[in-house]
C-alpha cells in the first residue's frame, strides 16, 4: 500500500511498570517526568512533530492520570490566569491542543502485539504509526518522518533499528537484513531476544514501527510467543517472509543513528533524565556546573 497517508499513531500505555515501584504503584510509568515533562507528552510530540495528530493510548487499569494530563485543567488554568502566570498557563494548555487524543483499554496484558491489536477498530484499513514510550528520540534527529517516506516509498511495514554490540542484542528483537541501502535495509526475517551467539546480525529494532494494517490480520492468527505474550516481532516475521509486498507484506528497517534515551529501566531513566537537564537552556548552565563540582567529589 504505498502511497498511502499515515495519520494515526498508536501509542501502548498499559504496562504496569513494575521496574520502577513503588513510584508506579499509584502512578502511570508514562507519567513519570523527564526533567519537567511526562514521557508520554514527549513520545506524543514526537507524533505530532511527524504529523501525525490522532493519538489512541492504549491504556489499563489505573491509567486515568493519562487522561486527566491531555484534559483541560480548568480550576487550575484559571487560577494561572489570574495570577498572570501566561508562562505558566501556556505549559499547562500545551498538552490539551498538542493533538486530538483517543483512549482504548487493554483488558488482559496479552504482549505488545496484544496491544496494538486493540487499535484495529480505530486505525482501520490504512498504514499506522506505533511509538513505545521506552524510547524517545531527539527532536532534533528525526526518526519517525524519515520511517514514514520509506513506507510511503516502498509500501509494506517499517521498524526502527539501532546497531548494538552483540552481547546486548538479547535485550531486543533482533532483523536479519539481506540488502542495504544507506539508512534503509530490507528485513528477510525477526527473532525476539536471541542469544547472541545465536542473532542474525546486530541490528536490534527499537519503539518505532510503522505498520502496514495487514498486520492486524497477522496478529489475530499469531499465538502466543515469548514469555506467554503475542509478540509483534512474531506477525512481523511472517510480514517479511510469508505475506507478498501486493498484500500488505514485506518489512524494512530504517538505521537510526541519531540521539536517542532509554527510559526503559531506573539507570537508564536516570541517564536520560541527566542528559536532557544538561542540554536545556534554562537549567543546562547551572545544573553543568554543579553536576561537574559533584562528580569531582567521588
Given at each position: 500500500?504505498?502511497?498511502?497517508?499515515?495519520?494515526?499513531?498508536?501509542?501502548?500505555?498499559?504496562?504496569?511498570?513494575?521496574?520502577?515501584?513503588?513510584?508506579?504503584?499509584?502512578?502511570?510509568?508514562?507519567?513519570?517526568?523527564?526533567?519537567?515533562?511526562?514521557?508520554?507528552?514527549?513520545?506524543?510530540?514526537?507524533?505530532?512533530?511527524?504529523?501525525?495528530?490522532?493519538?489512541?493510548?492504549?491504556?489499563?487499569?489505573?491509567?486515568?492520570?493519562?487522561?486527566?494530563?491531555?484534559?483541560?485543567?480548568?480550576?487550575?488554568?484559571?487560577?494561572?490566569?489570574?495570577?498572570?502566570?501566561?508562562?505558566?498557563?501556556?505549559?499547562?494548555?500545551?498538552?490539551?491542543?498538542?493533538?486530538?487524543?483517543?483512549?482504548?483499554?487493554?483488558?488482559?496484558?496479552?504482549?505488545?502485539?496484544?496491544?496494538?491489536?486493540?487499535?484495529?477498530?480505530?486505525?482501520?484499513?490504512?498504514?499506522?504509526?506505533?511509538?513505545?514510550?521506552?524510547?524517545?528520540?531527539?527532536?532534533?534527529?528525526?526518526?519517525?518522518?524519515?520511517?514514514?517516506?520509506?513506507?510511503?516509498?516502498?509500501?509494506?511495514?517499517?521498524?526502527?533499528?539501532?546497531?548494538?554490540?552483540?552481547?546486548?542484542?538479547?535485550?531486543?528483537?533482533?532483523?536479519?537484513?539481506?540488502?542495504?541501502?544507506?539508512?534503509?535495509?530490507?528485513?528477510?526475517?525477526?527473532?525476539?531476544?536471541?542469544?547472541?551467539?545465536?542473532?542474525?546480525?546486530?541490528?536490534?529494532?527499537i519503539g518505532r514501527y510503522v505498520l502496514a494494517p495487514e498486520v492486524f490480520d497477522v496478529l489475530r492468527r499469531t499465538p502466543p510467543g515469548r514469555g506467554g505474550e503475542i509478540q509483534i516481532t512474531d506477525a512481523l516475521q511472517t510480514l517479511a517472509t510469508e505475506v507478498p509486498a501486493s498484500e500488505g507484506g514485506g518489512v524494512r528497517g530504517v538505521v537510526f543513528r541519531g540521539r536517542r534515551y532509554d527510559t526503559g529501566d531506573r539507570l537508564s531513566y536516570l541517564q536520560a533524565v541527566v542528559r536532557l537537564a544538561c542540554e536545556r537552556d534554562d537549567l543546562g548552565?547551572?545544573?553543568?556546573?554543579?553536576?561537574?563540582?559533584?562528580?569531582?567529589?567521588?
Open positions: 500500500m504505498s502511497g498511502t497517508t499515515v495519520r494515526k499513531a498508536v501509542i501502548p500505555a498499559a504496562g504496569l511498570g513494575t521496574r520502577f515501584l513503588p513510584a508506579t504503584k499509584a502512578t502511570p510509568k508514562e507519567m513519570l517526568p523527564v526533567v519537567d515533562t511526562p514521557a508520554i507528552q514527549l513520545v506524543v510530540e514526537e507524533a505530532v512533530a511527524a504529523g501525525l495528530d490522532d493519538v489512541l493510548l492504549i491504556t489499563g487499569r489505573n491509567k486515568r492520570a493519562l487522561e486527566d494530563h491531555f484534559d483541560r485543567a480548568w480550576e487550575l488554568e484559571a487560577m494561572l490566569e489570574a495570577g498572570g502566570r501566561q508562562d505558566r498557563l501556556d505549559l499547562v494548555r500545551k498538552s490539551t491542543e498538542l493533538a486530538t487524543v483517543h483512549y482504548v483499554r487493554q483488558g488482559e496484558p496479552k504482549g505488545l502485539g496484544h496491544a496494538i491489536l486493540c487499535a484495529a477498530q480505530h486505525v482501520g484499513h490504512e498504514p499506522f504509526a506505533v511509538l513505545l514510550g521506552d524510547d524517545l528520540t531527539d527532536p532534533r534527529d528525526p526518526l519517525l518522518s524519515r520511517m514514514i517516506d520509506v513506507q510511503r516509498e516502498h509500501g509494506g511495514s517499517v521498524v526502527a533499528l539501532l546497531e548494538v554490540p552483540r552481547d546486548q542484542i538479547s535485550l531486543y528483537g533482533c532483523a536479519a537484513v539481506d540488502e542495504v541501502t544507506g539508512d534503509v535495509v530490507r528485513i528477510s526475517g525477526l527473532v525476539e531476544k536471541p542469544d547472541p551467539e545465536e542473532a542474525p546480525s546486530t541490528y536490534a529494532v548552565p547551572d545544573f553543568r556546573a554543579w553536576l561537574t563540582k559533584f562528580v569531582a567529589t567521588f
